[in-house]
């Protein structure tokens, strides 16, 4: 019966909690509204998610979110360093090809999306086989770095969420 009523829990919680934000105001009515949404959309949209992903270590999530944060955080400020201070002939921007572990689609697109965030890298393309994903960077003078970079502080971790 609860499964019914909320097919995708996490999601519920995740539409209150954008709802009340994006309302810039903690009050009764916004919460109650954003659990009606929150209920409403998932279980609207249930027919669409017959594989809906499982979470292996839910409890890592919370952990890998502290980490992109931080990340982002940091790169903000090299990036800015970068801009500001670095003259031209000293950036070595570059493509990177990312051999990836994970299979899980909504793995590697969390992952690709935790790139895309990070200041001074993007997610450009997925190859047509899942097994690799193209990044450019800002300034890459070790592109093997940011290749070992982003499978010790992403992907493992994603493979231990996901699979």
Known sequence: MLRKLFPHPVLTLTLTAVWVALMNELSPGHVVFGLILGILIPWITAAYWPDRPRLRAPLKVAAY????????VKSNFIVARIV???PLSQLRPAWVTVPLDLRSPEAITVLAGTITMTPGTVSADLSACG?????????????????????????????????
């Open 84 to 86: 500001l201070f670095m």
């Open 65 to 72: 979110i502290l980490i992109v944060l931080y990340d982002i």
């Open 131 to 163: 097994r690799a994903i193209l990044v450019h960077c800002l300034h890459a003078p070790d592109s093997q770095g940011v290749v070992n970079d982003i499978k010790a502080r992403y992907e493992s971790r994603l493979k231990e969420i996901f699979e």
